[in-house]
């Protein structure tokens, strides 16, 4: 399921990225140069940000496991510190840019994700008991749940694409800047991902950390702060050319 959901993410970096990305100009080759080194970027980066955020301890004593994907275990965050990092070394130039037309292809990706969780029967809600509610037999109680999955996917695809579009377009022309859409994105991901958070079981590595606030919240919250700062300074930059 997440092969296929790679695949597609591949994809659509490939063919909706062609004509935005500016160097090279525009040439497929370059396209494809852009694509897999995003999606390597955030594989390894997803990897490695889970071993480093939920289970440092134990893969510091079997190390050898890290790259041994189907074991499971990938961070949102790491993902997207290793897409920063490979979209960096494609083209520094064009690097805020191109980072704009990846937060937008992320709006189309994530989603897909989400639903593969929710087809898989992991990252199960709290206990519920509203109608939509659903029983995840890997949760092992019995209980219905809610299908937080599911409401990432909406937040993090249609709302966060809608968000981010409307306000850009209230920043008028400092909006335009380069880097402003993906500030945008940081901005509008970690504040969804946090609320949703409030339904979703914390991973059972790591539970609750502080007054029933899970790691994923920790790693938005430091997002949010990121992101912020990114934004602030990119419409200075674009008041001042």
């Known amino acids: 399921m997440y092969g296929l959901v790679y695949l597609l993410g591949f994809l659509a970096a490939a063919f909706l990225g062609r004509k935005s990305f500016p160097c090279f100009e525009n040439t497929p080759l370059y396209t494809l140069y852009i694509a897999v080194l995003a999606a390597l970027g955030a594989i390894i980066g997803g990897r490695l940000g889970y071993a480093l955020f939920y289970e440092p301890g134990y893969y510091l004593e079997h190390p050898a496991e890290i790259p041994l994907l189907y074991l499971g275990g990938m961070s949102f965050h790491g993902g997207l510190l290793g897409l920063l990092l490979a979209v960096l070394l494609a083209d520094i130039r064009g690097f805020w840019t191109n980072l704009d037309r990846m937060a937008f292809l992320a709006c189309l990706i994530l989603p897909l994700g989400r639903i593969a969780n929710f087809l898989n029967g992991e990252l199960w809600g709290t206990p519920c008991d509203y109608p939509w509610c ?7 109680d019995g209980l ?16 966060l694409l809608v968000l981010i579009l409307t306000f850009r377009h209230f920043l008028k022309e400092r909006g335009r800047a380069p880097g402003v859409m993906a500030a945008l994105f940081g901005i509008g991901y970690a504040l969804l991902r946090f609320l949703a958070e409030f339904l979703r079981e914390p991973d059972p590595v790591t539970g609750y950390l502080w007054r029933g606030f899970t790691r994923g919240q920790g790693l938005c919250a430091v997002m949010l702060l990121t992101a912020a700062t990114m934004l602030f300074l990119r419409l200075r930059a674009g008041r001042n050319p």
């Open 134 to 140: 659903v029983i995840f037999e890997a949760a092992g």
């Open 144 to 159: 219905p749940r809610h299908p937080a999955q599911l409401y990432e996917a909406a937040l993090e695809g249609p709302v």
